[in-house]
């Protein structure tokens, strides 16, 4: 099995997969729908309580069994494997939406380096976003299907790096705007009354998860190429505060645009690719900053959807006995044929079902569901049925922070994701 070639690299592909569509405008409209600033409560406690102790294990189990999730599953027990190709089906759906956002993300990349203004109902009522989705998906194929160390490694060293300095330049920048504090305080000012809500705890817990990419297997296949040295407490802890501090500069940076230039602090794509463009054409120097803010959304976008694609290509080079090249092939033409009706929802096509687009129902269906469903599977199976010494072995803390650990993991984590699971599915 392959080798990250130094712990960097590994740590670098974590926040790859960690930062991605979810921090930059998901994050951002989640807080200000559940309280402004008193959200951040309920959300680092989920990702202090929950999310580092399921990255903790995910990584332990992972370099322990050095095995890709499904055979991970197989070794607590052959009847246990049906759940890691559930998990794989999962991110293989949710990769499949991915990958459309990813392409509009590349299109309005492409958009601004040659300053071209289309407005997002113009751009979704053409056959473009099937093209750029085709591009991404091939893309992130191509990678997958390069290894571990020269595809994955190699582009996760250089994204990841750019990303974070156009990020640092936009944050710096607003900073100097006159929206920035009132931005600051629509995004921050807290709103505590909303934490009597139980539904605002399910949203952090949804969201601290989903950020984190915990919770889906992707540390366990990471993990697995991970060498014996590394302080796993250590890296967990750098991609948290990485994923963090993405998520907060991205909101600040979003709202002083939005505040300065006048704008709807709308949500979600509507803010990336109608609002925000819009504040561009306003800027000084506007056209630069599209194409910063677009790259660096591309580059977020294609470094997670790399690490879905590579925890079903590991699972498929280890149950069978096809190459690497022959599972990344595959796996990139279901990852598209799946994705097709998301993509023509937002295309000329108009795909939808009763009204809404497929695109929304999979996310919203799928996509909300699958990541508790896969998280409650993965603390459950490897804390109940799996030898108990893997955490100890692995993580390197005292006698009884490991006693915590367990505690955590064994009970609240699977109560919690059953409670956020069950009120789900009643809401859908
Ligand atoms: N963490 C990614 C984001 O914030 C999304 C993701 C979820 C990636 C699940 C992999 C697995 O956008």
Known sequence: MERWSSRT????????????????????????????????IPYFLAVLLFAVPLMLLEMAVGRHLRADVVSCFGRAGERFKIFGWLICLILLVILSYYLVITGWTLAYLVFSLLDLKIAFSLFTSSMQPVACFLISAIVTGAIVCLGVRRGIEKIVSTLIPFAFVILLILVLFSITLPGFHPGMSFFLSPDFS?????????????????????????????????????????????????????????????????????????????????????????MPHGRAFAAAFFALLFSAALTSAISMLEVNVAAIMGETSMSRTKASILLTMTGILIGLPSCLSYSSVDLNLDG???????????????????AFLIAFVFRWFTDNDVLSHEVHITESQLRLLSLLINYAIPVALLIVMVSRFIDL
């Not at 930062?19 to 959200?39: D, H, L, T, Y």
């Not at 950020?211 to 407490?233: N, P, R």
């Not at 949500?267 to 690719?273: K, N, P, T, V, Y």
């Open 194 to 282: 909303m934490l009597a809500r139980p539904g605002v705890w399910s949203a952090a817990l949804g969201q601290a998860f989903f950020s984190l990419s915990v919770g889906m297997g992707i540390l366990i296949t990471y993990g697995a190429y991970l060498d014996d040295e590394t302080d796993i407490l250590q890296s967990a802890l750098v991609i948290t505060i990485a994923d963090l501090a993405v998520a907060m500069l991205a909101g600040a940076s979003i709202f002083s645009l939005v505040f300065t230039f006048g704008l709807e602090p709308t949500a979600g794509s509507e803010l990336a690719f109608t609002t925000l463009p819009g504040g561009f054409e306003l």
């Open 9 to 40: 690299g590994f740590i670098l592909a974590a926040i790859g997969s960690a930062v991605g569509i979810g921090n930059i405008w998901r994050f951002s409209s989640v807080v200000g729908q559940n309280g402004g600033g008193a959200f951040l």
């Open 356 to 374: 809404s687009k497929i695109l929304d129902l999979m996310d919203e269906t799928l996509g909300t569901i699958g990541l508790p469903v896969a």
